[in-house]
């Protein structure tokens, strides 16, 4: 299980620390280190995969991370907490809609949905004078 990771990789990997944040530039193995880590943490502590909370920033390095760690521990991971800040908040908002007290069939608008949004909401108000009012800046404003 440890096998190709060098002398810091490795200590990450069988930290006795319950949180351990993996801080480092591209390419230098963070994936590796965190798919292993729970592995370790799965086959040799007896941690169950579903108590763990990985979060990374891009949808390829989350795909890259649950597709490691179900070779790993050879299970499915579709129900552990493996994702983008992003797509682990929308998980936990549809768990948890009545408590955040959001309709059950919430959407999250990304940005173009926003500026058609916005230009219908000025357009109701009858702001038309869109070089005072740019949608963008009025969303920028926003958010």
């Known amino acids: 299980m440890l096998e190709g990771l060098n002398a810091e990789q490795k200590q990450a990997v069988i930290s006795n620390s319950k949180y351990t944040l993996i801080i480092a530039g591209a390419g230098s193995g963070k ?3 965190l798919t292993h880590r729970i592995a370790y943490l799965n086959q ?3 941690v169950s ?3 763990i909370l ?6 390829k390095a ?3 991370m649950r597709s490691r760690i179900e070779t790993m521990i050879t ?6 907490w493996v994702g ?5 908040a929308n998980r936990f908002l549809r768990m948890h ?3 955040a007290k959001l309709q059950q069939e919430f959407r999250i608008l990304d940005s173009s949905d926003q500026l058609s949004l916005i230009k219908r909401v000025l357009k109701t108000l009858g702001i038309t004078d869109i070089k005072r009012w740019p949608p963008k800046m009025v969303a920028a404003f926003i958010n």
């Open 31 to 33: 994936t590796r280190v």
């Open 44 to 46: 040799q502590e007896n």
């Open 49 to 51: 995969p579903y108590s």
């Open 54 to 59: 990985a979060v990374t920033f891009t949808n």
């Open 62 to 64: 989350a795909q890259e």
């Open 75 to 80: 299970m499915p991971v579709s129900a552990m």
């Open 84 to 88: 983008t800040f992003h797509g682990i």
């Open 97 to 99: 809609w009545r408590d």
